[in-house]
């Protein structure tokens, strides 16, 4: 069954760097979505992404974060001048040209993120 | 606010025994909502998706509920196996929100005993 792939899986960086999560969604998915999961808390949403634009992102999605379709298959999430508080599994995930509305999102593993 | 919130926040069972894990919303204005299982540092496995004019979802063992009236749903896990053992999260799309953006609760953590 196809699914969505990230990399790396952990990912460690030092505060104030910039760093690029990527994700491989699946082939024929056209909305494409990030996620993430601070320790011990819910699911957050960050941004949706349809064709080749931000669909909406969350108060959480400041400037600070960026997003990227550069090639038919890879879907990037930036992070700039990282901060402790980005410490967190950041998850990718996709659903069909139906959309998230009428058909189920596929999620990654996630990147675990830690910023030290 | 919208909400997702999920009771009991961790179950334990003994293995053959059926089960029934609870999810509320704030609002009956939603699209779909959907409960998914996530595993330890893994990520979130699509489980069974209701839409707003749908009753309930079947799935080998699982059976997702929807009464929007009252603003619940129940995942039912029937004969309970120790590969059950995750985290379920339910997870709601309101009227109003974007594609994608999910309103998640903090999930139910299972564990089935053998």
């Known amino acids: 069954e196809p699914e969505v792939t990230q990399t790396p899986s952990h990912q460690v960086t030092q505060m104030g760097q910039e760093v690029i999560l990527r994700c491989v969604p699946i082939?024929?998915?056209?909305?494409f979505y990030w996620y993430r999961q601070i320790l011990g808390q819910k699911v957050e949403f960050l941004v949706s992404?349809?064709?080749?634009?931000?669909?909406?992102k969350s108060e959480i999605f400041d400037d600070q974060f960026s997003v990227e379709r550069p090639d038919g298959s890879n879907f990037t999430l930036k992070i700039r001048s990282t901060k402790l508080e980005d410490s967190a599994m950041y998850f990718c995930?996709?659903?069909?040209?139906?959309?998230?509305?009428?058909?189920?999102?596929?999620f990654g593993n996630g990147t675990r993120l830690t910023v030290t | 606010k919208q909400e997702v919130t999920q009771i009991p926040a961790a179950l334990s069972v003994p293995e053959g025994e059926n089960l029934v894990l609870n999810c509320s919303f704030t609002?009956?204005?939603?699209?779909?909502l959907q409960w998914f299982r996530q595993d330890p540092g893994k990520g979130l496995t699509s489980l069974l998706l209701?839409?707003?004019?749908?009753r309930e979802q079947t799935s080998g063992r699982l059976n997702a509920s929807l009464d929007k009236s009252s603003g619940r749903s129940t995942l039912y896990i029937a004969a309970s196996q120790p590969g059950d053992s995750a985290t379920y999260l339910c997870?709601?799309?309101?009227?109003?929100?974007?594609?994608?953006?999910?309103?998640f609760g903090k999930g139910t953590k299972l564990s089935v005993k053998p």
């Open positions: 609002d009956s204005a939603i699209y779909n």
């Open positions: 082939s024929n998915h056209l909305y």
């Open positions: 992404f349809y064709n080749n634009e931000i669909s909406e």
């Open positions: 997870a709601v799309i309101y009227y109003g929100g974007s594609q994608g953006n999910l309103i």
């Open positions: 209701i839409q707003s004019s749908q």
């Open positions: 995930a996709s659903s069909s040209g139906q959309g998230a509305h009428n058909s189920p999102l596929h």
